[in-house]
């Protein structure tokens, strides 16, 4: 995998050769990322499910101000600081090593992170398959939708397998379906807020800020 364009274009990413993630290909990457460049200029940026951080660190390339990977599997989540790394973006950068379906989505000393701009939220396609209101990764998508979490005009891009139906909360309105042809990339905005909508982001069952967050703390930032 290499970055396609910007100040990195051409560096080569350390990618995961297993199958705990789902390396999104160079024709689908440019494509999406041609669409969304003007949206990426000084913007701060989630990447969610991570893996070793292609989508993030080409978001980085493009003109984005910094970004946040979120990402539980061990393999992976060194090869995305070896990326990092390899780069010298450290500052610009936090790598979180966390359950992304049970986080608060607040790491700690990076304040400067938030709220997010654009959020790449990239779950194993089973998890996508399997979402309908009361799962995990559904109330996950009620705390991004938070103001302290997402901007107002934040832009969510949701990848999955092609066709696949789920149940999106309704804070999300989708904006756009790219269709490629073995995926789908749901473009999603903030939804005016529904009142019973705003009072399950508040369930006693939530977890508090920075709950399950596996390797925080100091060692959640790129040294």
Known sequence: MQIVAG????????SNPGQTTRPITQRVKVSLFDRLQPLLQEARV????????????E???RGAKSVVFIENDREAFDLLRQNVKSLGVEDETV????????????????EGFLPFDVIFFDPPYLHVER????????KSLLRL????ISAP???LVLRCGRGTEFDMPPVWKRD???????MDVHLYRHAPPLPEVAAAGEMENEPPANAGDGELHDDSLVE
């Not at 100040?7 to 350390?14: G, M, S």
């Not at 756009?176 to 073995?182: F, G, I, P, R």
């Open 7 to 14: 100040r990195f274009r051409h560096r080569k990413l350390q």
């Open 95 to 110: 790598c979180w090593k966390t359950d992304a379906s049970k986080s608060s989505f607040r790491p700690q000393k990076a």
């Open 176 to 182: 756009e379906l790219l269709e490629y042809s073995s």
């Open 153 to 155: 005009d934040v832009l």
């Open 59 to 61: 978001a980085l390339s």
């Open 131 to 138: 979402m309908q209101a009361g799962t995990m990764i559904y």
């Open 46 to 57: 989630a990447d969610i499910f991570s893996g070793t951080g292609t989508i993030g660190l």
């Open 145 to 148: 939708a938070k103001p302290d």
